[in-house]
């Protein structure tokens, strides 16, 4: 079992930055595959950015390319998405999720995924 827990989302203007983090618990995620998602009012969960268990593969949505980064610290057992030049139509619950499969190239399906967090609220205003 994993448990994640997303922390670091919050209220932010258009052109703004946060930090999200993902901390694990219940075992380590260094060999594993992780992804943050989104979703939005109405709307189904997207795929936002995914890192494999090295980190040197991530995957980005074409919405956040350049804007966003993933990051690892397997020894923090903790996953972070850097957002910078947020925008109102990223304003989403952010989840974290980890990928028990061995993966080269992270999947981008929410389907794929294992183990889920609680999620992360977080606004961008106009």
């Known amino acids: 079992q994993v448990q994640l827990v997303e922390s670091g989302g919050g209220l932010v203007q258009a052109g703004g930055s946060l930090r999200l983090s993902c901390t694990a618990s219940?075992?380590?995620?260094?060999?594993?595959?992780m992804g943050w998602f989104r979703q939005a009012p109405g709307k189904e969960r997207e795929f936002v950015a995914a890192?494999?268990?090295?980190?040197?593969?991530?995957y980005f949505a074409n919405s956040v390319k350049g804007r966003f980064t993933i990051s690892r610290d397997n020894a923090k057992n903790t996953v972070y998405l850097q957002m910078n030049s947020l925008k109102p139509e990223d304003t989403a619950v952010y989840y974290c999720?980890?990928?028990?499969?061995?993966?080269?190239?992270?999947?981008?399906?929410?389907?794929?995924?294992?183990?889920w967090g609680q999620g992360t609220q977080v606004t961008v205003s106009s």
């Open positions: 890192i494999t268990w090295s980190g040197g593969n991530t």
């Open positions: 999720a980890a990928d028990l499969a061995f993966m080269i190239i992270p999947n981008t399906r929410a389907q794929a995924y294992d183990y």
């Open positions: 219940g075992r380590t995620i260094n060999s594993l595959t």
